[in-house]
């Protein structure tokens, strides 16, 4: 049904939606933070995104959803590796030495790699001055807070995390590029929870060839890491999944993507007044241009068949 034809739904069912998708996203980052450093990285990751994918697929099969085909379902765990063990599995692992909001900042620039894999792959977007400019300032965030030549009063943060997350942030890039050419499920529900599903498996897969369960002991695990694992499943991935989806059906896809620039600066203050991370010039600054690079990429024109990319891709959650 065309937006302009769906009822136009109550004022606080709006406003609450947009609430769940800019702080309960922004939060989850903490609540990674808190699970990991008792739970190993994929481990934890699998047990997200295992127990996610399989309630939005039992859910949609019950509403008489088909089951993704063969083919279909080679999609979503080619998409599942990329987006679910080398995104999320590495964004788990960076946290352990990545503070979360800077985590969250530095996977805001996705949609800066997303440009890149558009202007030289795709060929849907061409560098103008004006993107260009944007991409050498989200640059400039990113080295702002990895740089050790740079003195601004606190440590940068790790390297490997660091890298981890640029990492992830490409193979997040790079799935987007394929979902314009592999086959996927119809309905961007069921693609999504397929796609949850067969990245949790591969992430417990991955867990097992990376040795995390040998010595994982779920008896010693705190109520804390475990209460981080509820909220990160409930709140952060069907909660706030069915948040998003809902929205994109009632408000246009430019104003439901202003998460992007949002959850990074919800994820720092989380990060501060919850979680006792520092936040000093080199935060404030990275932080800064990092975001100010988000928000002119994302409302850079596109052309449609660039606009159909980004509203296929956005359908799974981005933290």
Not at 149 to 158: E, F, K, Q, R, T
Not at 207 to 223: D, I, M
Request: net charge positive.
């Amino acid at each position: 049904m065309p937006m302009e034809a769906t009822p136009r739904p109550h004022l606080w069912k709006v406003l609450l939606a947009f609430a769940i998708i800019y702080f309960v996203w922004g939060s989850t980052f903490l609540a990674i933070r808190v699970g990991v450093h008792e739970v190993p990285p994929f481990v934890f990751a699998a047990m997200r995104f295992f127990t996610a994918g399989i309630v939005l697929y039992a859910w949609l099969r019950a509403r008489g959803t088909p089951s993704p085909t063969r083919r279909e379902w080679a999609s979503a765990s080619l998409l599942g590796l990329l987006i679910f063990v080398l995104d999320y599995g590495l964004l788990f692992w960076a946290e352990q030495r990545v503070p979360s909001g800077i985590a969250a900042v530095m996977m805001a620039t996705i949609p800066a790699f997303m440009a890149l894999a558009e202007i030289l792959i795709l060929r849907t977007q061409k560098l103008t001055l004006r993107l260009g400019v944007a991409l050498l300032v989200g640059l400039a965030g990113v080295a702002v807070l990895v740089s050790h030549s740079v003195n601004l009063g606190d440590a940068p943060i790790d390297t490997h995390g660091a890298l981890a997350l640029v990492v992830a942030s490409i193979s997040w890039s790079l799935a987007a590029v394929l979902t314009r050419k592999i086959p996927l499920p119809a309905s961007k529900v069921m693609s999504s929870g397929s796609q949850m599903l067969a990245g949790g498996i591969l992430l417990a897969v991955a867990a097992a060839l990376l040795g995390e369960f040998r010595g994982f002991h779920a008896q010693a695990v705190s109520s804390h890491a475990w209460l981080a694992l509820v909220y990160l499943i409930v709140a952060g991935s069907i909660i706030g999944f069915t948040a998003y989806v809902w929205l994109l059906h009632h408000e246009s896809p430019t104003k439901v993507g202003t998460y992007a620039y949002v959850n990074p600066a919800v994820a720092v203050l989380v990060g501060y007044f919850l979680g006792g991370e520092a936040i000093g010039a080199r935060t404030v600054l990275g932080t800064f241009l990092v975001l100010v690079s988000v928000v002119v990429i994302t409302t850079t024109p596109k052309q449609a068949n660039s606009a159909q990319l980004t509203s296929e891709t956005e359908l799974v959650e981005p933290s």
